[in-house]
């Protein structure tokens, strides 16, 4: 048996502006959109998003998607499960992080101690924290 990881679901305020802003940060797409959920998925799903897939193989190596759903509570504590995102040695990070920033992210401490980490902390425009980590090639 073999099952997939599909989507994290992601609780909201306003689903259709989390949506579009984690599709801009990762320049993916909004595939679907509704007042109780939108999705967003990297850009080359986007396209295949509407066409069965019949091989097993091929359905596990689909990427994951984003979910937002609304819930009518606001965020308060730190969360339990976060999105870690690392540009490619070839990018600038600084410069990647400062876009996110440009875009609506903000700079959080979580308790890091920021002289001994490799990784950056931000926050969505709802709060949900992600870490931006050191340039990676693979």
Same mark, same amino acid.
Request: overall charge negative; glycine content about 8%.
């Given at each position: 048996m073999a099952l997939k990881w599909y989507t994290i679901v992601v609780d909201c305020r306003d689903p259709q502006a989390? *949506?579009?802003?984690?599709?801009?940060?990762l320049d993916w797409a909004v595939v679907?959109?509704?007042?109780?959920? #939108?999705?967003? %998925?990297?850009?080359y799903a986007a396209t295949e998003e509407d066409q069965p897939v019949t091989d097993?193989?091929?359905?596990?190596?689909?990427?994951?998607?984003?979910?937002?759903?609304p819930v009518p509570e606001g965020k308060e504590v730190k969360n339990r499960l976060h999105i870690?995102? *690392?540009?490619?040695?070839?990018?600038?990070?600084?410069a990647e992080i400062e876009r996110l920033v440009d875009l609506? #992210?903000?700079? %959080?401490?979580?308790?890091q101690d920021e002289a001994d980490v490799t990784w950056t902390v931000l926050a969505d425009p709802e709060g949900n924290e992600f870490c931006v980590l050191s340039s990676r090639d693979r």
């Open positions: 989390q *949506a579009r802003w984690w599709a801009e940060a679907y959109d509704t007042p109780d959920e #939108a999705v967003a %998925v990297p850009r097993l193989d091929t359905w596990l190596r689909r990427g994951q998607g984003l979910v937002f759903v870690d995102l *690392a540009p490619h040695t070839s990018q600038d990070r600084d609506g #992210a903000t700079r %959080v401490n979580v308790g």
